[in-house]
C-alpha cells in the first residue's frame, strides 16, 4: 500500500473518508411506503417478510391460486434487510456451492443441482414473465485463487464441476489478469453459465410489484410481535393490528421475531460492503473486467466483489462478526475498523485505483446455518412454516425456499419436501455463551487456516467431523 500525502493518511483513508452510511442499492427513487397493518384482516395465506423468500412466497402462491387472499406483513419495509444489501450474486446452488452440498448430501447431489438449475432458470423465466428489470446480468462468477496452493485448489474444484455438467473455465495467471486486472490474481476458475448478477432492491420491488398486480396486500412498517392458534385459524398479531389466517409462511432469515425457535438454527453475521464512485473510463480501462463477472477469493476470509450496472465496484466480505446474542442491531452496521480494513485491501488488490472513492459504507445480517443452507421448520401442526438460513448464497436460493416453504404449507408433498435437506433440520447451534465462544473459536481457527495454506487444525477437524461449520 502506498502511502498519501503525509499525516500517515493512506490513499485508502483518504478514499474511505467521503463515503455515506448508505446502501448503494437505494439510490433509486423511493416509490413510498405502503400501508401499516392496522384493525384486523381475514386471508388464506400472510407471509411474514418481505425480503426475497417472502416476496417470492407471496408472488408463487398468487401464480397458483389466483384466487387465494394474500397478505405479506413487513416489519420495515421491502428488502430492508438481507435482501437489499447484499452483493446480488445469484448462485443455481442451493447448497450454498457444488463442495458443500457434496459433503452434506452426497446421494442427492445430483437432484440437488438439478433442481438448482431448474431453480435459476425459473428465476429468470418469472423476471421475463412479469417484466422485472433487475439489471440481471448471467456473466458468471470467477473463483480466484490468491496464493500459489490455491491453484490446485481450483484445478480440482473444475473437475468436480465438469463431472456434475457445469461449464467452467480454468484461467491461469495471464488469462485471469486478462480478464481482470490484479497483481493478486494468481489463477480463476470462471464458472460461466452457472451464477448471475442482479441489482437486488429492483429484484425485490420487481416482485412486490408483480404480486401486488396479481391481486397480493403488502404492508409495511408493521412488526410481527407473534403468530398465535386461535381454534382453526392462526392470528397474525402487530402492535396495531392482526390477520386472522388460515395457513403463515414466516421468511424472517435472521430476525428473531415472530418465530423466537428459528434461533436453535440460525445466527445472524454481519456482512460488510463498500462501494466506490461510477468509474470512468481510464480507470475502467486499467482493470479490464470487460465480461462483467462476479469474483470471490477461495480463502475462508474472502472478499466478493462485481461491477454495479453503473460502473461502481461494490466490495464485501472479509470480516464476519457475530454479535454476542445474536442481535440485530442498526449500529453494528457501521464498523470503523473492519470498513477500513476493507478499503486498504481493495487498493491492495487494485492499486491501479488509486484515486477512486467510496461513496457507500455499509452491512447486513447474514443468517447462517451449521450446514450453510437454509433450513424449513414447521409450527401449529403444520400450518406455519419458517424458512431461512442461506448464509452467504440466499439472492437465487431463497426462490427454492419459498417454493418448499408453500409446499410444506399446502401439506403437498413434493420431490422438494422428500428432501434430506429439506426433511432433517441442521444441527443447532449451541446457547449463549457457549455460542459467541464457539463462533470465536471457529472465526480464529479460519483465519489461521487461512494463514497456513489451507491446513485446517484441530478445531476445524473436530467440526468437519461432526458436519458443522461457520461460514457468510
Ligand atoms: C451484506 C450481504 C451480502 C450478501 N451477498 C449475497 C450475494 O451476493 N448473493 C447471495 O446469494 N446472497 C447474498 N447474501 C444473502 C442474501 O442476501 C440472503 O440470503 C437473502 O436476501 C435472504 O432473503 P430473506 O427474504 O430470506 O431474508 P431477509 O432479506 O433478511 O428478509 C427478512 C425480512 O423479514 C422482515 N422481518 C423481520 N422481522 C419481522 C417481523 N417480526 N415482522 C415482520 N417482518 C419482519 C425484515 O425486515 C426483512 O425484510 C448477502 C447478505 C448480506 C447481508
Redesign the pocket.
Known sequence: MRRGRGGGSTWADEALAGAEPRVVWFEHPDPGPRPALTGRLDADLVV?????????AALMAAEDDPGRRIVV???????????????????ASLTHGLENGLAHWPDEIDTLVRLGRENLAGFTDALDRHGIDAAFELSGEIDLATEPHHRDWLAEAAAVHRRHGEDVEVLDEAAMRAEVDSPRFLAGLWRRGSVGLVD?VRL?RGLADAAERLGVTILEG????AVESDGPHLVVR?AAGRVVAERVVV????????WRRARRWVVPV????LATEPLDPAARAAIGWHHRQ?LGEVTNQFH?F?LTPDDRILW??YDAIYPFGGRIDPRLEQAGPTHRRLAHQFFDTFPQLEGVRFTHR??????TTTRFT?AWRTAHRGRLVW??G?????????RF?ARVALDLVDGHRTERTELAMVRRPPIPFPPEPLRWVGVQLTRRALQRADRRQGRRGPWLRLLDGAGIGFD?
Not at 406483513?73 to 448462485?91: H, L, P, Q, T, Y
Not at 454481519?270 to 460492503?273: L, T
Not at 455499509?362 to 443468517?367: E, F, S, V, Y
Not at 442461506?390 to 431463497?398: E, M, N, Q
Request: glycine share 20%; charged share 15%.
Open positions: 411474514v417478510g418481505a425480503g426475497f423468500s417472502g416476496l417470492w406483513v413487513e416489519a420495515d419495509r421491502i428488502a430492508a434487510s438481507a435482501s437489499g444489501r447484499n452483493g446480488g450474486f445469484v448462485d437486488p425485490a408493521s412488526p410481527v410481535e402487530t421468511a424472517t432469515n435472521a430476525h428473531r421475531r415472530p454481519y456482512d460488510y460492503v462476479g466478493y462485481r464485501g466480505g455499509w452491512a447486513g445480517p447474514i443468517a437454509a424458512v431461512g442461506y448464509t452467504g448464497l440466499g439472492v437465487g436460493a431463497s425456499g457468510s
